[in-house]
Each structure stands twice: as structure tokens, then as C-alpha cells.
């Protein structure tokens, strides 16, 4: 038994980590995006069609809220500028795979675009904040139909001295009509501004009116509501609003909801839902089909019922299509609109199938960067710093094994495996120093050389001889052997030196993707 010293390829390991890096890189910040949406299908392609039937695909977006310097104050300037890149980054990658994957005919975003959009700020800075908004959410140079609704982050809640008077006039000039309707695929899309309403709400309430005895404020969300509900001829409505319906405190949001429930109540600036009677008005005076709010951040289900007619209404409260929002998996909503056309055989329209709506969810962008990218960075850590303490310390010893037998068939003692030399003195000399004065091996220049290892026995009386080609004795171009090269390298100094190779190419792809990324 003899013991060696297996030599360590630094090279291929820092190549291998190396590799490996760039493929997680390139597949978490690009792949995971498009693998994210590849179940994510129009609610219509699941159904049967119905001959002569048209569709509407709409996408429906909540609360990108963007943030600004504004958004976390606590945070420091470097910190801010970091938490408002990487968010604007994932919001481009999240929008761009699912725009330009499902190619909607139209799109709605139930609110709150800006995280500062109500605060006091200059001009010049809230149309700096405006285009920043409208670089992230590009739609190219054909875009679709969008349509916007006011939320409490973008208009403000209540009389507050944080709020910009200007918030109102500045949402109109740059987003459109607060309250307002549309007809879509032979449905009424309706869009009500719910802060507004809430404050109108409070006014009404404490003046003691009811909303029919109610002076509705000119222009209000009031007005708007009894208004369309007096136009007659809609066809199904789809009743948009930021803020979701009031429900019972204890009322289920189903399966697909992260955590908790939604529950009433209000803040600075805020308030988690509508209140009963404000809710019963909108159902009682425009009896949607569908319901789709924003506000919460994370999704829910509810089946609200009119107390009049028994009547079940379904509300959707779409998930946030932001990381910054407290869920794990931010998401958005798709919604199709199914419209028949009639035949000549029949003047009237034919019974319109009611609206149909599927979550899509996108990756979990802080779990890659908690769950993923540090653990690896600590793997990759320990193995350096493990690969390069075993190679200050002269490599990995391993030992080989080899048994000799006699005319008799009696084993010898086991011994090592020999170099390449024809003489049965060699069996002998293996057990030897080789002496001073025998020459090193070395390589010509443009190849290589590698002693045999030969191993001799006796079999059946005959002896019997094995040659196998040495591994570890490939010889390269340079005098230096490498191993001798590696190990005159200390070990932190060789620790740092393979941190810095292996790092920097996969950086390097990180930020060329984020640069690509924000340039569209």
C-alpha cells in the first residue's frame, strides 16, 4: 500500500461553477418568465366554442404602484435606488412576457400606477414619474385599448396635507376620465372612481340622506352610477372599481389566495373595502355580471348576493402585478367577453354567456433572490474555500493496491503499482527511492508524454503482466507543473482568486440582461 496525491483540475472547477451560474442566470431572470406563463390561457380556449360567437380578451392588471424616492424614506438613498431598480426590472419582465405572449385585445388597470401619484411634487417630477410608468408598461407603436381607474394611491383618500391638490386634475391630464363606461364585445365595462365615492359616501351619510333622497355631487361617482343604470340597453355589465365590496369580516377568498382574508377597515389613506350600504347600491343599481376590484394586492373570490332578488354576483380581486406588494407571486387577470351574433333567422341578440376570467400567475422574484441566488452564492462559497484549503494542503491522498502470486499460488504482499519498466527488477525497485540521479521527465514542446502504470502477477503458473495508461501523468506544454503552480498560491489568496473568476462572467450576463431589459 503506498499513498499519492490525486491532483485537483482548478480549471474545470471554476469552469463547471462558472457554466452553471450563467445557465441559473439566464434561466431565473429570462426562462423562468415565459415557463411561468406557459399554462396561462384565455378563459375561452377552455370552453366549448359557440359557432358564430365573437371574443374580447382583455387583460387586467392591479396596482403596479411603482415606486419612487418617495416609497420607503427609511431606506437611505442607495437603498431606495436598489429596491426601485430591481422592482421597475421586474415589473418590464413580467409585462413584457405576458403583453406580448397573450396579445390582448384590450387592456385595464384597476388602479393605483404610481405609488406617489398623490403627493405633492413638481411638475417636471411627476412627468419624469409618468414616463417612467409608461417606459415600464410599453405596449409598442400599436397598442390596444387601455383603460384606466383611479386609485387611492394615485388620487388620494380624504383631506390629508401630504396630498398634492393637484392629484386630481394631474390623474385626468395623463390617465383620462375617473368615472366613465364603454361598450366591449356587447358588454358595458363601467368604471367608477372609488375614492371619490367613499368620500361622497361619508357626506352623504353624515348629512342623513339615503341615496335616493341624496343630492348626487355633480360629476360624482353618484351621478355616474344612477345615471348608467337609467340608460337601459347595456347588455352585461363588468363593474370595475380599485376598492373591493364589502363582505362578512370572516368570508373565504378561496384556495388561490396567499394569506388572510379581506377585512374592512382604513388608514392613512386608505380603506380596505367599500361599506355595506355603499356596496348594496352599486349592486342593486347596475346588477353586473362580474365584479373586479383591485387594492388588496393578493387574490379573492366572493359571491356577493343581492337581498331583493337572490341574485349571485361573483367579485374577483385581482392580484398585484408587483413584487413590492407583500406577495410571494405577483399576478394578473384575464378576462374574456363572449358575444353571439345573431342569425338572419333571428332579429334579437342571442343570449350572451356571462364573462370569463382566469389568474395568471409570475415567479416568485424575492423568493429567486432569498431561496435561490444566496444559497447558491454559499454553496459556491464552501466549495471554493474547501477545494482550495485541500489544495494549499497538497491535494487529496488515495491509495493503491496490488497482489502478487507465486508459482505455489501463495498471495505476496500487496504492493503498489509500478512505472513502466520490462526487467522483474522492477518489482523489487518498487519499493525503492528512485535515486538522485535519475532524470526528471519532462515533455517536448507539442505533446505529451504519460508513463504506464504496469502491474505483474502470477496466474496459473504463468506470469502474467497488465499495463494501464497513467491519468495523472499527463505532462503540458509549460516547464512548471501545474499542480506545483497551484499549491505556491496560498489558500485565501486562491479562495479570492477563483471567487473572482467564477463571478464575474455570470455579473456580467445579469447586468447585460438587465440592460437589455430596461431598454425596451
Known amino acids: 500500500m503506498s499513498s499519492n496525491k490525486l491532483p485537483l483540475d482548478r480549471g474545470l472547477l471554476r469552469n463547471g461553477l462558472c457554466t ?28 366549448p366554442q359557440i359557432p358564430g360567437s365573437r371574443i374580447v380578451r382583455i387583460l387586467v392588471i392591479a396596482d403596479p404602484q411603482i415606486i419612487d424616492r418617495h416609497s ?23 409585462w413584457d412576457s405576458a403583453f406580448h405572449r397573450l396579445r ?13 401619484g398623490r403627493l405633492s411634487m413638481s411638475n417636471t417630477e411627476y412627468e419624469a414619474y409618468f414616463k417612467r410608468y409608461q417606459s415600464i408598461f410599453n405596449m409598442g407603436d400599436s397598442p390596444p385599448p387601455v383603460y384606466y381607474l383611479p386609485g387611492n394611491h394615485d388620487v388620494g383618500l380624504g383631506n390629508l396635507p401630504q396630498f398634492s391638490l393637484e392629484a386630481h386634475m394631474r390623474y385626468i391630464s395623463h390617465f383620462g376620465s375617473r368615472n366613465y363606461r364603454r361598450t ?28 335616493d333622497s341624496w343630492p348626487a355631487l355633480s360629476n360624482g361617482p353618484v351621478e355616474f352610477v344612477k345615471q348608467t343604470a337609467s340608460a337601459g340597453s347595456l347588455g352585461p355589465i363588468v363593474l370595475f372599481t380599485h376598492i373591493p365590496l364589502s363582505r362578512p369580516s370572516d368570508a373565504s377568498c378561496g384556495p388561490l389566495r396567499e394569506k388572510g382574508t379581506i377585512r374592512q377597515g382604513y388608514g ?55 413584487m413590492a406588494m407583500g406577495i410571494r407571486r405577483p399576478g394578473f387577470q384575464l378576462l374574456s367577453l363572449i358575444s353571439t351574433v345573431p342569425s ?26 432569498f431561496y435561490i441566488y444566496i444559497p447558491l452564492i454559499l454553496l459556491t462559497l464552501v466549495v471554493l474555500l474547501a477545494f482550495n484549503i485541500t489544495r494549499a494542503n497538497g491535494g487529496i491522498r488515495y491509495q493503491t493496491w496490488g497482489t502478487k502470486h507465486s508459482r505455489q499460488g501463495t498471495p505476496e504482499p500487496p504492493h503498489e503499482l ?31 508524454y504519460s508513463s504506464p502504470w504496469i502491474w505483474r502477477f502470477s496466474l496459473a503458473g504463468h506470469r502474467r503482466r497488465i499495463t494501464l495508461p497513467n491519468p495523472f501523468g ?21 479562495f479570492l482568486q477563483d471567487v473572482g473568476m467564477v463571478a464575474w462572467p455570470p455579473i456580467l450576463v445579469f447586468l447585460g440582461i438587465s440592460f437589455w431589459v430596461m431598454r425596451w
Open 72 to 94: 420607503y424614506p427609511g431606506r437611505g438613498p442607495l437603498l431606495s435606488t436598489l429596491s426601485q431598480y430591481f422592482v421597475d426590472l421586474n415589473l418590464r419582465k413580467s
Open 20 to 47: 452553471a451560474w450563467i445557465l441559473a442566470v439566464l434561466w431565473l431572470e429570462l426562462g423562468a418568465f415565459r415557463f411561468a406563463l406557459h399554462y396561462c390561457r384565455w378563459p375561452d380556449t377552455r370552453q
Open 268 to 322: 392613512f389613506g386608505y380603506q380596505n373595502t367599500l361599506v355595506d350600504g355603499t356596496t348594496e347600491f352599486l349592486l342593486q343599481s347596475l346588477k353586473p355580471s362580474l365584479v373586479m376590484s383591485g387594492d388588496d394586492h393578493d387574490y379573492c373570490e366572493y359571491e356577493h348576493t343581492i337581498a331583493s332578488s337572490d341574485e349571485k354576483i361573483q367579485e374577483v380581486t385581482v392580484k398585484s402585478i408587483s
Open 184 to 211: 366591449v364585445g356587447n358588454h358595458t365595462l363601467v368604471f367608477i372612481d372609488a375614492p371619490a365615492l367613499v368620500e361622497e359616501d361619508v357626506l352623504r351619510a353624515e348629512s342623513g340622506h339615503t341615496f
Open 474 to 494: 499527463i505532462c503540458q506544454r509549460s516547464r512548471v507543473d501545474r499542480r506545483s503552480s497551484q499549491r505556491d498560491v496560498g489558500g485565501l489568496v486562491g
Open 344 to 369: 338572419p333567422d333571428h332579429i334579437t341578440q342571442m343570449p350572451v354567456p356571462p364573462p370569463l376570467h382566469a389568474l395568471c400567475l409570475m415567479p416568485d422574484q424575492l423568493g429567486t433572490y
Open 418 to 448: 509500478t512505472r513502466g519498466n520490462s526487467s522483474h527488477a522492477a518489482d523489487a525497485e518498487s519499493f525503492l527511492p528512485e535515486p538522485a540521479s535519475k532524470p526528471r521527465e519532462h515533455c517536448s514542446r507539442g505533446r505529451s
Open 104 to 116: 390582448p385585445h384590450a387592456v385595464v388597470v384597476l388602479g393605483d400606477m404610481m405609488d406617489s
